[in-house]
């Protein structure tokens, strides 16, 4: 039943209207039609009832004509009317332009009344208005605190919604990540070396066998770095390479053709994060330096582990000639840089004075 009243206002506001119409009949003695009937009086009942329709947008008009009615037929319908102007004020609008028109109203309802009967009506039209503000206050204040809740509602759900799109987008980038490590890296050294059995097949097949068994050594790798990431994306958590050995990677770049050298100072952190990291920003400088460097003699993988932040450098004294058809994008530090990002570390990678390239990075040493 509540739920009618509250989506059919219009049908309220017509009733309370009637209400009013039907109380105006009553002079104190019982409800009756004055014999006959005041026009003046009839005009007003009218007026005054025909406010109630606009109280909820227009407050202020029936208090104006409860006043005024009140003052011309000297106030003897005017209870009701009275409650139900001073309610839709408080309720509508402020307490305190409510008290405003409480003050106005009953003056002006009491005024017509005599020295009598000023004391008695007075007292009866404040008790009204008193009771009438207070109701239409409490009102109003609970509507905006439920309306509160409902917007802080809507504002959790939506804020729920960003946080899974944002959650989306992350463990997107997350997988694009470990797959580029992954595939980027394998695939670079499985094509530098399948490059070089074709170009020794026929004349040093032993050199050629031994790389054809490098190359399904290393996807073999691959195939289990890619098992081990579907297992990471169905549970959770982060992917960890097979290994994080820095010399073991150096090996498969120098079967490969580049000549790596590795060295470290200082204890590696406990931090299985950091030790990641670490293997991850050599793995991309040493893929990138296979990819897209010529005529090198020497790279240089540097890892002081002894200060904080920790630096990882890895320098070629090579030429860059630009990739190859089948190189990837570039997209290599980019991807780097992000990963770095969540440890709070930064990238730097440029060309060397004269020629090579060389990459530097630092991580935060927290364990």
């Known amino acids: 039943m509540r739920a009618f009243w509250v989506r059919h206002p219009r049908v309220v506001d017509s009733l309370v209207a009637l209400l009013c119409v039907l ?4 002079d104190g003695a019982g409800l009756r039609i004055p014999q006959p ?34 003052a011309l037929t000297t106030g003897h319908f005017i209870g009701v009317a009275l409650a139900c102007a ?10 305190g332009r409510a008290v405003l028109g409480s003050v106005l109203a ?48 809507v504002q959790l759900a939506r804020e729920r919604e960003q946080a899974g799109q944002l959650a989306a987008v992350h463990e997107r980038t997350r997988i694009a990540h470990d797959l580029h490590d992954i595939v980027a890296h394998s695939l670079t050294v499985m094509v530098r070396l399948a490059d070089g059995a074709a170009a020794v097949g026929d004349t ?34 982060e992917d960890e390479p097979a290994t994080q050995d820095l ?18 100072q200082g204890a590696e952190p406990t931090s299985r994060s950091l030790r990641i990291a670490v293997f991850r920003t050599v793995q991309e400088s040493l893929t990138n330096a296979l990819r897209y460097a010529v005529d090198v003699r020497r790279v ?61 990075v630092t991580l935060p040493l927290v364990e």
């Open 247 to 264: 010399d073991t990677l150096a090996a498969t770049f120098r079967t490969a053709g580049l000549p790596v050298e590795v060295r470290r």
């Open 86 to 95: 001073l309610y839709a004020l408080a309720a509508y609008r402020s307490t």
């Open 204 to 237: 040093e097949p032993d050199r050629a066998r031994s790389a054809a068994e490098r190359i399904g050594g290393i996807g073999r790798e691959a195939m289990t770095d890619m098992r081990r990431l579907l297992g990471v994306l169905r549970d959770g958590g």
């Open 106 to 153: 009953v003056v002006a309802v009491t005024a017509p009344a005599g020295p009598a009967d000023w004391r008695a009506k007075g007292i009866l039209y404040a008790v009204i208005a008193v009771i009438a503000v207070f109701s239409g206050a409490n009102v109003r204040i609970r509507r905006r605190y439920l309306q509160a809740l409902l917007d802080r509602t």
């Open 300 to 360: 240089l993988v540097d890892v002081d582990y002894r200060a904080d932040p920790i630096v990882v450098e890895v320098v070629d004294d090579g030429r860059g000639a630009g990739p190859a058809p089948s190189v990837g994008t570039r997209q290599g530090l980019v991807a780097l840089k992000e990963r770095l990002a969540l440890y709070g570390g930064t990238v730097e990678a440029g060309p060397r004075p004269g020629h090579g390239w060389a990459v530097r």
């Open 37 to 70: 009937v005041d026009p003046a009086w009839g005009a007003v009942s009218l007026i005054v009832a025909g406010t109630m329709l606009v109280r909820r947008t227009r407050p202020w008009w029936p208090v104006a004509a409860v006043a005024v009615g009140g």
């Open 23 to 26: 109380w105006s009949f009553d």
